[in-house]
Every structure is written in structure tokens, then in C-alpha cells.
T-cell receptor
Framework: DADVTQTPRNRITKTGKRIMLECSQTKGHDRMYWYRQDPGLGLRLIYYSFDVKDINKGEISDGYSVSRQAQAKFSLSLESAIPNQTALYFC??????????????FGPGTRLLVL | EDKVVQSPLSLVVHEGDTVTLNCSYEVTNFRSLLWYKQEKKAPTFLFMLTSSGIEKKSGRLSSILDKKELFSILNITATQTGDSAIYLCAVAPGTASKLTFGTGTRLQVTL
């Protein structure tokens, strides 16, 4: 079983709709992240959470919100989707308790198309 | 603002060739540099480098860091078609686990 899972894997939605992308992990990591990937722009950080009570904005948080429901779950919401939010979205985790705390483990990604 | 620049952007080689991928960076209070391989979807971790001049090696892949000149290289020897992927470089600052990624190098290995 995958350690980091994302649902849905693919989603098509219309402009103005609210959608939620979910991430779950069984790695027991405290730190979780949401990235988006666009061609030519690489991975950009949207939000990150160092524990259940700690939520931080990344480089490109406008138009997004997150919820850390539990150590294992971190959801990303688009309150009113717009076409330029069409991208590949990744969730990742890391463990601050080891010497390799910068190593992030990625989920399989969610491909989102906003029409 | 932290910055990571990778070169070349894309590369096509023949199976058996050796390739060198480059990553230069600017980061406040550098802690580490990481390399990832991204084939179809999720990136997978390759190496983490924290000290200059110490080569990390895994099979045909190796990487080294130069903290004075602010760059790292990833070498792949005797390339195989299975090495075709996007290779991502990322840097971590000293205070947190936030990574700043480069745009990646797309490597295609042909027969």
C-alpha cells in the first residue's frame, strides 16, 4: 500500500466550483505539504503544515485554503476554481525527527482541469 | 528569495552515454540540497547533500555539492532507457523543511 495517497487522482471541474483535494499518509510524519506543478515552472509550494495546529502559506497560496484534520490528513480546497488553477497537484510529507528531515515523500498527484 | 536554476532544461542522449545535470542555487542559510527523479507522476528521492566535496553514489548515479560555488551536479553513467525522466533539484534553508525546487531537467535516453 502506498504511504502517501491522494484523492481524486483526476478531476475536471468548472470555473467557480468549490473542490477539495485530499491527502492521507501512513508514514506517521508530522509535516505535510501541498505543491502544484506546471510545465516550465517546476514545483511550487502552496501551503505547508508542521503539525495539526500549524498551517503556513507557501509561495502561491492565493485562491487556496487547507485543513489539517489529523496528523495523517491534509486537504487542499479551491473555493472558487479558475482555469489557471489547472495543474498537477502533489501532497508530500516529511519527518522532523530524523537526520533526513528535508527528505519529502510525495503522493501520486492529482491532475486537475478547470474549464 | 531562494532560487534554484537547473541546466540544461532538456537533454536527449543515446543509451550508454554519460550525462551531467547541473543545479545552481541561491538560498538564505543553506542546509541541504536534494535530487529527485520524476518519471510519470510523483517525484522519488535520490540524494541529499549537505557537505561540499563528498560524493553520494547509488549505482550508476552520483552527485556532488560545491557550497563555495553554490552548485551541484548529478551524473548518470551508462545511461539506460529507464533513466528517462525529469530530474529535480531542490534546496532547503536552515530553519525549516520548506524546499525550493528548480524547474527540472528532462532527460530522454534513446536506443
Amino acid at each position: 500500500d502506498a504511504d502517501v495517497t491522494q484523492t481524486p487522482r483526476n478531476r475536471i471541474t468548472k470555473t467557480g466550483k468549490r473542490i477539495m483535494l485530499e491527502c492521507s499518509q501512513t508514514k506517521g510524519h508530522d509535516r505535510m505539504y501541498w505543491y502544484r506543478q506546471d510545465p516550465g515552472l517546476g514545483l511550487r509550494l502552496i501551503y505547508y503544515s508542521f503539525d495539526v495546529k500549524d498551517i503556513n502559506k507557501g509561495e502561491i497560496s492565493d485562491g487556496y485554503s487547507v485543513s489539517r484534520q489529523a496528523q495523517a490528513k491534509f486537504s487542499l480546497s479551491l473555493e472558487s476554481a479558475i482555469p489557471n488553477q489547472t495543474a498537477l497537484y502533489f501532497c508530500a510529507t516529511s519527518d522532523p525527527g530524523t537526520g533526513y528531515k528535508e527528505t519529502q515523500y510525495f503522493g501520486p498527484g492529482t491532475r486537475l482541469l478547470v474549464l | 528569495e531562494d532560487k534554484v536554476v537547473q541546466s540544461p532544461l532538456s537533454l536527449v542522449v543515446h543509451e550508454g552515454d554519460t550525462v551531467t545535470l547541473n543545479c545552481s542555487y541561491e538560498v538564505t542559510n543553506f542546509r541541504s540540497l536534494l535530487w529527485y527523479k520524476q518519471e510519470k507522476k510523483a517525484p522519488t528521492f535520490l540524494f541529499m547533500l549537505t557537505s561540499s566535496g563528498i560524493e553520494k553514489k547509488s549505482g550508476r548515479l552520483s552527485s556532488i555539492l560545491d557550497k563555495k560555488e553554490l552548485f551541484s551536479i548529478l551524473n548518470i553513467t551508462a545511461t539506460q532507457t529507464g533513466d528517462s525522466a525529469i530530474y529535480l533539484c531542490a534546496v532547503a534553508p536552515g530553519t525549516a523543511s520548506k524546499l525550493t525546487f528548480g524547474t527540472g531537467t528532462r532527460l530522454q535516453v534513446t536506443l
